[in-house]
């Protein structure tokens, strides 16, 4: 009998250790598999301005400001070579807050298996001309751009080959 518990107790113990590691995987995948990430992911399932600007809603009388968000934008903008070598009468981020928005859509990225929000924004009056493909991924806090600017195409954040399909065909993700 002693054996048995012995046995048993080592069976109990690895499989605790497995599931374990498995959690632990799971979650710096950033894969937005448990319910706790899918809670980030919704916090950020709102316009972009709306994540931007520190300020209410007019929609739903709510301010979802993101400070690390906003900060992490301004980043990638900043990295914009495009946008470096264009002389911008009004800065970059304004022109693009300053257009229509659709709704923002969940998509995952089906070889790493993350979890995206993707933004679109553009110049108001001109959004063939200054337009941003944007993808965030709540959980691993990586951002991902396209940014068109005068007829030219620039990527932001070392996308993948996978992300720039996302980015570019959000609903033909490979």
């Known amino acids: 009998m002693t054996k048995n518990k012995f046995v048993l107790a080592a069976v109990l113990s690895a499989s605790l250790a497995l599931s374990a590691l498995t959690a632990c995987t799971a979650a710096e995948s950033g894969n937005g598999d448990t319910a706790a990430d899918q809670a980030v992911i919704a916090s950020y ?14 929609v ?7 400070k690390e968000f906003d900060l992490a934008f301004d980043s990638l903008l900043a990295k914009s070579a495009l946008a470096k070598s264009t002389k911008l009468a009004v800065p970059l981020k304004k022109r693009l807050l300053s257009g229509p928005q659709p709704e923002p859509a969940v998509v995952q990225d089906k070889h790493s298996g993350r979890q995206y929000v993707y933004y679109e924004a553009c110049q108001a009056h001109a959004c063939d001309e200054t337009n941003l493909a944007l993808l965030y991924a709540p959980v691993s806090k990586t951002m ?12 932001l954040g070392d996308p993948s080959p996978a992300e720039k399909t996302l980015l570019d065909h959000p609903k033909n993700a490979p």
């Open 45 to 58: 399932n709102t316009q972009l301005f709306s994540l931007l600007m520190n300020k209410k809603s007019l």
């Open 60 to 66: 739903d009388g709510k301010n979802h400001y993101q």
């Open 144 to 155: 991902l751009a396209r940014l068109h600017l005068d007829g030219k195409d620039e990527y």
